[in-house]
């Protein structure tokens, strides 16, 4: 039940909207307890019969997820795509009224469009990110829940079945991470460059560190915890598990982020 | 037609049949099969091609759905039975239309409808089958439930060992098969009953063979009709090359950057994304497989993400005012505090990037190699059957791996001290679990040194 608790623990500190597109990992383990159960004793008999019925629910019910998937995966990718288009003509039209061939003479709505897009920016990559995380718990889900079918049916339906999902649409995140590391470049030249250790401790002393993108942020937070509790080991570490994440220093920091004192909406 | 793939397609399907003791029948029929699936018309063209491509992308859920609700098992059997032989005549026809053979299979890619005509045609399809099938293959009315719902829910193979690639070119040979024959539109019941009869004793031999790993060739028949599902998703990455016919096809389109910048350039071109409609965009876009629905809904998305900036920009400055207000004296602190909170935010998304990235290499490299070794040990079975290479494969196998720990240490090309140690964590993890499977497995099969496998691993490592 742990991959299920952090599931729903990614679930609730997920954007708005994404809740139910998430896998539905509790209901197919009920599935497999259930054929589980009722094959174990029938196999003998008749019980191929059953079997071959049961496998089919169960491959259906699957389709069924990683349809929903693709088709939310490519929603978002077309607006991802969409909006990164625009984030750069924006910046392309601030760098040109206030560059250095610009008119506008206005230092205050320069600093205010700059911040805005500053904003907008770190928002949208972290959105992207979030959603190659989307990608990466619900291929972990699958891959679980199919081992717990050949586990506890017998089967060999694992296997084959990873071969199909890996080549999914929702599974190919390779232009979503193009565009974050576009976005990254972006970034960097919208940013002033940082004076790093003067600003981090006023950052971190700051109560008003709320004010930027807080759902998304605490959503990646989130996303990297629960990522590490994932792969921190398991009983049942096989060939086809991944070994534990190992996060860097930079942990501490994340931590001391989640546990704010900033009250969440 | 082509000679060689009917041939081989007779002689899999001969060859599994004539274990069963059913040649006679089988032999008559498989020689119609190749003819039958070349001459295609059924009896009903119109309800057929009227609905051809809604039935046939709806093909699979549909006859998933049936199964449910379907009480009696050989009702049930006939309409799965003649989904498929429908399947092959729909992909024929609509390959007719001048569509390559994999591709005519892109339809398929939304599952989300069913059809209020399939069934209508099924039944159709299936009584008159039945009075064929009651004839002459009585003995496999018996038992047909699970192969049909093996099948016709793209189950995928359970042994399958092959990899991807064939799996792909043997269904573009089969389906060759089908499509080249001029007459498409021609066929007969007969043909249509052969196709079924042939559906059905095929998907009867996959049932015994489900627990036997080693029956290649049957898995190769199966997973071939897996294919359709798996190559639709594949195709629907390539937009350009799906089917520009179905006027009803809500299938869906995966966008790229370049796509949206032909987009972007023809809405300018027409006056800015008011003022430009769906049709005129389409026709400046001049893009094959794009149709209007596309364009419609990324219109629409495109307007609502021009319009929406400039709301939320008048919202999210309300919002920063009320915030900026508070500490309006310390202007530039604050300015500073925002930058460097957002920098921080950056820098968490930063690196959630990065291990997803890795994650999802890790995941791909596991399955990979995992598949790889299943050959590996398909083909050792096959070559020297009896013969137990296990102790001797085992060390060299540990010499691999550990060559391979040795190679991911000192290469320098590996960037983090944490991606190299993911790396050799699960090189040791794969070695021991080598060894467990090893006992595990039947000690018939062998497994062949690996040294084809260390190469190819580190030329990935050294990437």
């Given at each position: 039940m742990k991959f299920g608790k952090r599931l729903k623990q990614q679930i609730q500190e997920t954007l708005p909207g994404w809740g139910d597109k998430f896998l539905s990992y509790k209901e197919l383990k009920k599935l497999v307890k259930l054929i589980s159960s009722s094959c174990a004793s029938r196999m003998m008999m008749n019980g191929s019969l059953e079997y071959g019925k049961a496998e089919a629910e169960f491959v259906y019910l699957l389709n069924n997820e990683i349809d929903k998937f693709n088709a939310f995966f490519m929603e978002q990718e077309e607006d991802f795509i969409i909006r990164h288009k625009e984030l750069q003509q924006r910046i392309g039209r601030v760098i040109d009224t206030w560059g250095p061939n610009g008119s506008q003479p206005s230092e205050k709505d320069c600093k205010e469009e700059l911040g805005k897009i500053r904003k907008d920016i770190v928002d949208f990559h972290g959105e992207m990110v979030l959603l190659i995380n989307y990608s990466n718990i619900n291929y972990t889900g699958l891959a679980k829940i199919l081992k717990k079918y050949d586990k506890r049916t017998g089967g060999l339906l694992r296997s084959p079945y990873i071969q199909k999902v890996l080549q999914q649409p929702f599974f190919t995140t390779d232009l979503i991470s193009k565009l974050v590391k576009e976005c990254e470049s972006t970034i960097d030249t919208v940013f002033p460059p940082s004076c790093d250790v003067i600003s981090r401790q006023l950052v971190l002393g700051s109560e008003k560190i709320g004010a930027a993108g807080e759902g998304i942020f605490r959503n990646t937070v989130a996303a990297l915890l629960t990522m590490q509790e994932i792969r921190k080991g398991s009983s049942t570490y096989g060939r086809f598990s991944l070994p534990p994440l190992s996060l860097p220093d930079q942990s501490d920091v994340i931590q001391s982020q989640l546990n704010s004192p900033i009250a969440i909406p | 037609?082509?000679?060689?793939?009917?041939?081989?397609?007779?002689?899999?399907?001969?060859?599994?049949?004539?274990?069963?003791?059913?040649?006679?029948?089988?032999?008559?029929?498989?020689?119609?099969?190749?003819?039958?699936?070349?001459?295609?018309?059924?009896?009903?063209?119109?309800?057929?091609?009227?609905?051809?491509?809604?039935?046939?992308?709806?093909?699979?859920?549909?006859?998933?759905?049936?199964?449910?609700?379907?009480?009696?098992?050989?009702?049930?059997?006939?309409?799965?039975?003649?989904?498929?032989?429908?399947?092959?005549?729909?992909?024929?026809?609509?390959?007719?239309?001048?569509?390559?053979?994999?591709?005519?299979?892109?339809?398929?890619?939304?599952?989300?409808?069913?059809?209020?005509?399939?069934?209508?045609?099924?039944?159709?399809?299936?009584?008159?089958?039945?009075?064929?099938?009651?004839?002459?293959?009585?003995?496999?009315?018996?038992?047909?439930?699970?192969?049909?719902?093996?099948?016709?829910?793209?189950?995928?193979?359970?042994?399958?060992?092959?990899?991807?690639?064939?799996?792909?070119?043997?269904?573009?040979?089969?389906?060759?098969?089908?499509?080249?024959?001029?007459?498409?539109?021609?066929?007969?019941?007969?043909?249509?009953?052969?196709?079924?009869?042939?559906?059905?004793?095929?998907?009867?031999?996959?049932?015994?063979?489900?627990?036997?790993?080693?029956?290649?060739?049957?898995?190769?028949?199966?997973?071939?009709?897996?294919?359709?599902?798996?190559?639709?998703?594949?195709?629907?990455?390539?937009?350009?090359?799906?089917?520009?016919?179905?006027?009803?096809?809500?299938?869906?389109?995966?966008?790229?950057?370049?796509?949206?910048?032909?987009?972007?350039?023809?809405?300018?071109?027409?006056?800015?994304?008011?003022?430009?409609?769906?049709?005129?965009?389409?026709?400046?876009?001049?893009?094959?497989?794009?149709?209007?629905?596309?364009?419609?809904?990324?219109?629409?998305?495109?307007?609502?993400?021009?319009y929406k900036p400039e709301a939320s920009e008048a919202g999210s400055s309300e919002k920063k005012q009320s915030s900026l207000d508070d500490l309006s004296s310390l202007d530039l602190k604050t300015g500073i505090e925002i930058t460097e909170a957002l920098r921080l935010q950056m820098e968490v998304q930063k690196r959630l990037h990065e291990q997803l990235e890795i994650q999802r290499n890790l995941q791909l490299r596991i399955e990979e190699q995992g598949r790889y070794l299943q050959m590996m040990f398909e083909k050792q079975c096959k070559s020297m059957p009896g013969v137990d290479l296990a102790k001797g494969s085992s060390s060299m196998a540990d010499d691999a791996f550990a060559q391979l720990s040795d190679a991911v240490q000192n290469s320098p090309g590996t960037n983090d001290p944490g991606v190299s140690k993911i790396v050799t964590a699960k090189e040791v993890d794969e070695k021991q679990k080598l060894r467990e499977r090893e006992v595990l497995e039947d000690p018939e099969t062998n497994i062949t040194s690996p040294s084809d496998s260390p190469p190819l691993k580190r030329s990935k490592l050294d990437e």
């Amino acid at each position: 039940m742990k991959f299920g608790k952090r599931l729903k623990q990614q679930i609730q500190e997920t954007l708005p909207g994404w809740g139910d597109k998430f896998l539905s990992y509790k209901e197919l383990k009920k599935l497999v307890k259930l054929i589980s159960s009722s094959c174990a004793s029938r196999m003998m008999m008749n019980g191929s019969l059953e079997y071959g019925k049961a496998e089919a629910e169960f491959v259906y019910l699957l389709n069924n997820e990683i349809d929903k998937f693709n088709a939310f995966f490519m929603e978002q990718e077309e607006d991802f795509i969409i909006r990164h288009k625009e984030l750069q003509q924006r910046i392309g039209r601030v760098i040109d009224t206030w560059g250095p061939n610009g008119s506008q003479p206005s230092e205050k709505d320069c600093k205010e469009e700059l911040g805005k897009i500053r904003k907008d920016i770190v928002d949208f990559h972290g959105e992207m990110v979030l959603l190659i995380n989307y990608s990466n718990i619900n291929y972990t889900g699958l891959a679980k829940i199919l081992k717990k079918y050949d586990k506890r049916t017998g089967g060999l339906l694992r296997s084959p079945y990873i071969q199909k999902v890996l080549q999914q649409p929702f599974f190919t995140t390779d232009l979503i991470s193009k565009l974050v590391k576009e976005c990254e470049s972006t970034i960097d030249t919208v940013f002033p460059p940082s004076c790093d250790v003067i600003s981090r401790q006023l950052v971190l002393g700051s109560e008003k560190i709320g004010a930027a993108g807080e759902g998304i942020f605490r959503n990646t937070v989130a996303a990297l915890l629960t990522m590490q509790e994932i792969r921190k080991g398991s009983s049942t570490y096989g060939r086809f598990s991944l070994p534990p994440l190992s996060l860097p220093d930079q942990s501490d920091v994340i931590q001391s982020q989640l546990n704010s004192p900033i009250a969440i909406p | 037609m082509e000679a060689r793939p009917a041939v081989s397609v007779q002689n899999v399907v001969a060859s599994q049949l004539s274990n069963c003791g059913a040649s006679g029948t089988l032999s008559s029929s498989l020689s119609m099969f190749p003819t039958a699936l070349g001459e295609k018309c059924t009896k009903f063209p119109d309800l057929q091609q009227a609905s051809m491509e809604k039935e046939l992308k709806q093909h699979p859920r549909t006859v998933a759905s049936s199964l449910p609700s379907n009480s009696g098992a050989v009702g049930l059997m006939f309409s799965s039975s003649s989904g498929f032989s429908a399947d092959l005549h729909f992909s024929s026809v609509s390959t007719q239309e001048k569509h390559s053979g994999p591709t005519s299979f892109i339809s398929q890619s939304t599952y989300s409808e069913t059809s209020i005509t399939f069934p209508h045609s099924g039944v159709l399809q299936s009584t008159a089958s039945s009075q064929y099938l009651n004839e002459n293959h009585e003995p496999w009315c018996i038992d047909p439930l699970p192969n049909f719902l093996d099948y016709s829910v793209d189950t995928p193979v359970q042994n399958s060992q092959v990899a991807c690639s064939d799996k792909q070119s043997d269904w573009q040979e089969w389906a060759d098969l089908v499509i080249n024959d001029e007459d498409a539109l021609t066929s007969n019941w007969n043909d249509i009953m052969a196709d079924t009869s042939i559906a059905d004793l095929e998907l009867k031999m996959q049932y015994p063979e489900e627990k036997q790993p080693l029956n290649f060739q049957m898995q190769q028949v199966q997973e071939s009709e897996q294919i359709p599902a798996v190559h639709v998703e594949n195709l629907a990455i390539a937009p350009a090359s799906s089917p520009a016919s179905s006027a009803a096809t809500k299938q869906r389109m995966r966008w790229t950057p370049e796509l949206h910048e032909a987009f972007v350039e023809a809405v300018n071109k027409l006056g800015g994304s008011e003022r430009a409609t769906p049709k005129g965009v389409l026709k400046l876009m001049k893009v094959e497989g794009l149709t209007i629905y596309h364009v419609k809904s990324h219109l629409q998305k495109y307007r609502t993400a021009r319009y929406k900036p400039e709301a939320s920009e008048a919202g999210s400055s309300e919002k920063k005012q009320s915030s900026l207000d508070d500490l309006s004296s310390l202007d530039l602190k604050t300015g500073i505090e925002i930058t460097e909170a957002l920098r921080l935010q950056m820098e968490v998304q930063k690196r959630l990037h990065e291990q997803l990235e890795i994650q999802r290499n890790l995941q791909l490299r596991i399955e990979e190699q995992g598949r790889y070794l299943q050959m590996m040990f398909e083909k050792q079975c096959k070559s020297m059957p009896g013969v137990d290479l296990a102790k001797g494969s085992s060390s060299m196998a540990d010499d691999a791996f550990a060559q391979l720990s040795d190679a991911v240490q000192n290469s320098p090309g590996t960037n983090d001290p944490g991606v190299s140690k993911i790396v050799t964590a699960k090189e040791v993890d794969e070695k021991q679990k080598l060894r467990e499977r090893e006992v595990l497995e039947d000690p018939e099969t062998n497994i062949t040194s690996p040294s084809d496998s260390p190469p190819l691993k580190r030329s990935k490592l050294d990437e």
